[in-house]
């Protein structure tokens, strides 16, 4: 198993943990887009707490608020704060490690939650980059569920319309959401076709859950001129735990005690 991977499963476990204790939290998209976050912050981005306040860092939007649960762990993990306190008082009384993104916690851009927002505050920002001919790269995670939202389609637009190649957005394709498939609750396919025929550089990752596929990916995507790339990565709602796999039940659920030492184990087993 490559370093990235093992990092993204060993991530997985504290998220396992944090969301036991909390008993809250986006279980089944934390567990897909972990991989996407551990490449983006371990790999790809040139972002870390000893330049966050460099106006030259990349920045990176959580528009799927509600799996911040796996950016807090890591975050923690690249030592923007103590991970353990996040692990231990996410979505108690008076902590900063609440639900959804806020700016309290160091390593967080925007405050997120309300879907569909993370995208037009990205082209906002790498067109800010290009006015004031600075170098750093904006990243934008989505869910696929999210794009029902309006909004993505008019930044979307402008995105291309100022041919921001500073841009990178990347759909957590997981096909689930809340209240069922994402094709049946309001059906968005093809998602490559419709960025493409606004006018972006479309790269498909047939698994979104290998670190491989994605660095690829992003390192594709750093080499695109004139127009913005998005990456439509193909994920595993729950990914790594068998009862939470492709099971929208656990796109926001509490584990019993039996099936979280279940997760755990499966998941040590993989890291064994």
Known sequence: ????????????????????????????????????????????????????TSPDRDRFFLSKGHCVDAQYMVLGEKGFFDKQEAIETFSAFGSKFIGHPNTDVPGIEMNSGSLGHGLALGVGCALAAKMDKKDYRTYVVLGDGEMAEGSNYEAMMAAAHYKLDNLCATVDLNRLQISGPTREVMCSDDLGEKFRSFGWHVIQVEDGNDCGQLAEAYAQASR?????????????????????????????GVMTPVQYEQAVKELEEVLA
């Open 1 to 52: 198993m490559d370093e990235l991977t093992r990092k993204a499963y060993s991530l997985r476990r504290d998220v396992i943990e944090e969301v036991y204790l909390s008993k809250a939290g986006h279980v089944g998209g934390d567990l897909s887009v972990m991989d996407i976050l551990t490449v983006l912050y371990f790999q790809v981005m040139n972002v870390s707490p000893e330049n966050w």
């Open 224 to 252: 695109v001129k004139g127009q913005p790339s998005v990456v439509i990565a193909h994920t595993v709602k729950g990914k790594g735990v068998s009862f939470m796999e492709d099971n929208k039940g656990w796109h926001h």
